[in-house]
């Protein structure tokens, strides 16, 4: 922990997390994969949204922008294309990243652009006091759930699969070593990699799902977990009731900022400077 | 070498923006600003710039910002539906004090509107389409010229200031083809954004005491500092104290406030004697301005008055005029936006008469001609 505790502002210590909250076990798990890489940390840029999870950036000793709901990863997308030599991160949580920022998110992955994404999905909008998210399993309660949850919900990895992302991974706040060891892979990754971290909200889907202390809601995910590498050999009887964890894709494919740069490199070859264009501009619509 | 170019109001904007050192553009398509997002992905990776088509408006608007944060020149350009999307994180680069530009091609509103023609429906979105008290300057054009100089002005003026500046053109302006006589590029005048001396001890947003403008420093650079769109101290990190909001709100203010007469601007025709005056900007100017030398050359004595800084109005140089004057008459492209704030301006010194349009047409010089020789509306 000393070697990573040099990535925290301490001064901005302590956190506003809610005891027994899993968040501070995920950006905990982040800091020691970067502390595990040696990354230069004057090269690195933390993005995040608005909600719980997105207030970490703020204890983080890099560059650090907090935006708005949401938007992260287009707020990254200005910064990792200006700059492809600085290691963008972006944390965020299920709301902000697959509710209100849905679009945002499968565009990046599209893209293939080099951002880590850390989701931190507690299954409910934390922040604005537990209503339902897109990433609450059907069934359970919120505020604004409170006959319980009639939506269905995403399942990330395949989300983010489909959509083109090249690294995808889950793990819980419980299995935090796996966690740190799949975020260390994803920051390996160039291109788009995304790592969702199941993180316990005990003060409100914990307490309104009746789901008991944090502990029991580690012990849940302890329970309910199964590596991928496991799962293979396992019978679907015997995997009902439980989701996955471990890696998921591991694909690399061109990144998109390098694209871009190798194509301008071309195109600059080939023109000197600015001409001023005199083309003829068709009238279109809508 | 100046040199002569004919072109168009959308063209001599992305022109005006290279000029001031634009790297970075991120858009969506939208009629009638759509030949900026395309004339800038074929320039700018020319001159190292980047470009990329976002996802939306919402989108681009963040990616401006994350860009100028990396301390490029962004932009993005836009027209009414785009512009609405906009805002929230319009309202954050005014907030967090991040330079953008954005060039917005007026189009009929609301929502799909009229999407080929031209209106000026979009005077209260530029200054109050976020939420809160927020900075920002916008500079309506009223040639193809004046494309090109308030664009490079708009990219001053956003870093001069750390501020949002909107570009108001319409889609006249924006497709208008004029011959423009551009200046030697060399000689143009572009603010370069200080950084400031070392990242030891840097509070990002202390803020120089006379002008109220903290020093920006550029992700990546070692300054390793938070930026929020939370109310905050001079060091970046959110505060819920009063007092902490209070001060930061009314330095944000008055940063534009202090300025106003520095990058107020604004052109005026025949106002020595006049005794009535027309106040119009962006394309009714142009109409306008006509309909002012016709109506001179029956002997009227009639001037024109147009602001090119909209907001923050040009208070000072209007307020002087209407003294001597009898009546004033604001032809406007909406039912009436500008002319509140012409009204507040001249209070009881004369007269204002508003005159609006809002089928998707320009006005026809007579129609203003009609009203300066004492026409009904
Ligand atoms: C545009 C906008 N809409 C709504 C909100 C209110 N809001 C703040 S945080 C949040 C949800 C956050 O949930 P999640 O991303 O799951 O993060 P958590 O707090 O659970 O960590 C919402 C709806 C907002 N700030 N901005
Ligand atoms: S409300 Fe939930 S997510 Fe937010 S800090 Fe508290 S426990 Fe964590």
Same mark, same amino acid.
């Given at each position: 922990?000393?070697?990573?505790?040099?990535?925290?502002?301490?001064?901005?210590?302590?956190?506003?997390?809610?005891?027994?909250?899993?968040?501070?076990?995920?950006?905990?798990?982040?800091? /020691?994969?970067?502390?595990?890489?040696?990354?230069?940390?004057?090269?690195?840029?933390?993005?995040?949204?608005?909600?719980?999870?997105?207030?970490?950036?703020?204890?983080?000793?890099?560059?650090?922008?907090?935006?708005?709901?949401? /938007?992260?990863?287009?707020?990254? *997308?200005?910064?990792?294309?200006? $700059?492809?030599?600085?290691?963008?991160?972006?944390?965020?949580?299920?709301?902000?990243?697959?509710?209100?920022?849905?679009?945002?998110? #499968?565009?990046?992955?599209?893209?293939?652009?080099?951002?880590?994404?850390?989701?931190?999905?507690?299954?409910? =909008?934390?922040?604005?006091?537990?209503?339902?998210?897109?990433?609450?399993?059907?069934?359970? !309660?919120?505020?604004?759930?409170?006959?319980?949850?009639?939506?269905? @919900?995403?399942?990330?990895?395949?989300?983010?699969?489909?959509?083109?992302?090249?690294?995808?991974?889950?793990?819980?706040?419980?299995?935090?070593? &796996?966690?740190?060891?799949?975020?260390?892979?994803? !920051?390996?990754?160039?291109?788009?990699?995304?790592?969702?971290?199941?993180?316990?909200?005990?003060? =409100?889907?914990?307490?309104?799902?009746?789901?008991? *202390?944090?502990?029991?809601?580690?012990?849940?995910?302890?329970?309910?977990?199964?590596?991928?590498?496991?799962?293979?050999?396992?019978?679907?009887?015997?995997?009902?009731?439980?989701?996955?964890?471990?890696?998921?894709?591991?694909?690399?494919?061109?990144?998109?900022?390098?694209?871009?740069?190798?194509?301008?490199?071309?195109?600059?070859?080939?023109?000197?400077?600015?001409?001023?264009?005199?083309?003829?501009?068709?009238?279109?619509?809508? | 070498?100046?040199?002569?170019?004919?072109?168009?109001?959308?063209?001599?904007?992305?022109?005006?923006?290279?000029?001031?050192?634009?790297?970075?553009?991120?858009?969506?398509?939208?009629?009638?600003?759509?030949?900026?997002?395309?004339?800038?992905?074929?320039?700018?990776?020319?001159?190292?710039?980047?470009?990329?088509?976002?996802?939306?408006?919402?989108?681009?608007?963040?990616?401006?910002?994350?860009?100028?944060?990396?301390?490029?020149?962004?932009?993005?350009?836009?027209?009414?539906?785009?512009?609405?999307?906009?805002?929230?994180?319009?309202?954050?680069?005014? %907030?967090?004090?991040?330079?953008?530009? #954005?060039?917005?091609?007026?189009?009929?509103?609301?929502?799909?509107?009229?999407?080929?023609?031209?209106?000026?429906?979009?005077?209260?979105?530029?200054?109050?389409?976020?939420?809160?008290?927020?900075?920002?300057?916008?500079?309506?054009?009223?040639?193809?010229?004046?494309?090109?100089?308030?664009?490079?002005?708009?990219?001053?003026?956003?870093?001069? =200031?750390?501020?949002?500046?909107?570009?108001?053109?319409?889609?006249?302006?924006?497709?208008?083809?004029?011959?423009?006589?551009?200046?030697?590029?060399?000689?143009?005048?572009?603010?370069?954004?200080?950084?400031?001396?070392?990242?030891?001890?840097?509070?990002?947003?202390?803020?120089?005491?006379?002008?109220?403008?903290? &020093?920006?420093?550029?992700?990546?650079?070692?300054?390793?500092?938070?930026?929020?769109?939370?109310?905050?101290?001079?060091?970046?990190?959110?505060?819920?104290?009063?007092?902490?909001?209070?001060?930061?709100?009314? $330095?944000?203010?008055?940063?534009?406030?202090?300025?106003?007469? %520095?990058? $107020?601007?604004?052109?005026?025709?025949?106002?020595?004697?006049?005794?009535?005056?027309?106040?119009?900007?962006?394309?009714?100017?142009? @109409?306008?301005?006509?309909?002012?030398?016709?109506?001179?050359?029956?002997?009227?004595?009639?001037?024109?008055? $147009?602001?090119?800084?909209?907001?923050?109005?040009?208070?000072?140089?209007?307020?002087? %005029?209407?003294?001597?004057?009898?009546?004033? #008459?604001?032809?406007?492209?909406? &039912?009436?936006?500008?002319?509140?704030?012409?009204?507040?301006?001249?209070?009881?010194?004369?007269?204002?008469?508003?005159?609006?349009?809002?089928?998707?047409?320009?006005?026809?010089?007579?129609? #203003?001609?009609?009203?300066?020789?004492?026409?009904?509306?």
């Amino acid at each position: 922990m000393s070697d990573s505790l040099k990535y925290f502002r301490e001064n901005r210590l302590p956190h506003i997390w809610c005891p027994g909250c899993g968040h501070g076990t995920v950006t905990g798990a982040l800091v /020691r994969a970067i502390a595990k890489l040696k990354l230069d940390k004057n090269k690195i840029v933390v993005v995040s949204g608005i909600g719980c999870s997105s207030r970490a950036p703020g204890y983080l000793d890099f560059d650090t922008l907090h935006t708005t709901h949401g /938007r992260a990863l287009a707020f990254a *997308t200005g910064i990792k294309l200006s $700059r492809p030599e600085l290691k963008v991160i972006v944390m965020t949580g299920d709301g902000d990243c697959t509710a209100i920022g849905g679009n945002h998110f #499968i565009h990046a992955a599209r893209r293939n652009i080099d951002i880590t994404t850390i989701l931190m999905n507690n299954n409910i =909008y934390g922040m604005t006091s537990g209503q339902y998210s897109p990433m609450t399993p059907k069934g359970m !309660l919120g505020t604004t759930a409170p006959y319980g949850n009639t939506e269905r @919900s995403f399942d990330l990895a395949k989300l983010s699969i489909a959509a083109g992302a090249t690294y995808v991974a889950r793990a819980t706040a419980y299995h935090a070593v &796996l966690l740190e060891e799949l975020i260390e892979k994803a !920051l390996l990754n160039p291109g788009f990699s995304v790592v969702e971290a199941l993180s316990q909200c005990p003060t =409100y889907y914990g307490r309104k799902n009746k789901l008991g *202390t944090p502990v029991d809601m580690m012990t849940w995910f302890k329970d309910h977990a199964v590596n991928i590498k496991a799962a293979a050999v396992m019978s679907p009887e015997k995997l009902e009731g439980k989701f996955l964890i471990g890696e998921m894709h591991n694909s690399p494919e061109p990144e998109f900022t390098a694209e871009y740069s190798a194509l301008a490199e071309g195109v600059r070859r080939k023109f000197d400077s600015f001409q001023g264009g005199l083309r003829e501009c068709a009238q279109n619509s809508d | 070498m100046p040199s002569v170019k004919l072109m168009q109001g959308n063209e001599a904007c992305t022109l005006g923006a290279l000029t001031a050192g634009l790297d970075f553009f991120a858009g969506y398509p939208i009629t009638p600003s759509t030949e900026i997002a395309e004339l800038c992905a074929e320039e700018l990776p020319k001159v190292g710039g980047k470009f990329i088509q976002m996802e939306d408006e919402i989108a681009s608007m963040a990616a401006i910002i994350g860009a100028s944060l990396t301390g490029r020149k962004a932009m993005t350009a836009t027209s009414g539906p785009g512009f609405s999307l906009m805002q929230e994180n319009i309202g954050y680069a005014s %907030l967090a004090e991040v330079p953008v530009v #954005i060039i917005n091609v007026q189009r009929v509103g609301p929502s799909t509107g009229m999407p080929t023609s031209p209106s000026q429906g979009e005077v209260m979105q530029a200054r109050w389409g976020t939420h809160g008290d927020h900075p920002v300057v916008v500079l309506a054009p009223g040639n193809v010229k004046e494309c090109f100089d308030l664009t490079v002005k708009a990219f001053n003026i956003a870093e001069d =200031y750390r501020i949002p500046v909107v570009v108001l053109t319409d889609e006249v302006i924006g497709h208008m083809r004029e011959k423009v006589v551009l200046p030697d590029f060399e000689t143009v005048k572009v603010t370069r954004r200080k950084a400031p001396a070392s990242p030891g001890g840097y509070k990002p947003y202390e803020a120089d005491p006379d002008g109220g403008v903290p &020093l920006m420093a550029s992700f990546g650079q070692g300054y390793r500092y938070h930026v929020t769109g939370l109310f905050h101290d001079e060091t970046g990190f959110p505060s819920n104290r009063g007092d902490v909001a209070d001060v930061l709100i009314r $330095r944000l203010m008055k940063k534009v406030e202090n300025a106003e007469p %520095l990058i $107020r601007d604004y052109a005026t025709e025949s106002i020595e004697d006049c005794e009535i005056l027309v106040v119009a900007f962006g394309s009714s100017a142009m @109409s306008s301005l006509s309909a002012v030398r016709q109506a001179r050359a029956k002997g009227i004595k009639v001037g024109l008055f $147009r602001p090119k800084t909209i907001w923050p109005f040009p208070e000072e140089p209007l307020r002087e %005029l209407s003294s001597q004057v009898k009546r004033v #008459i604001v032809p406007e492209m909406n &039912l009436g936006q500008l002319v509140l704030e012409i009204e507040r301006v001249i209070g009881c010194r004369a007269p204002v008469e508003r005159l609006s349009k809002v089928n998707g047409e320009l006005f026809k010089p007579e129609e #203003i001609l009609f009203v300066i020789m004492g026409g009904e509306k």
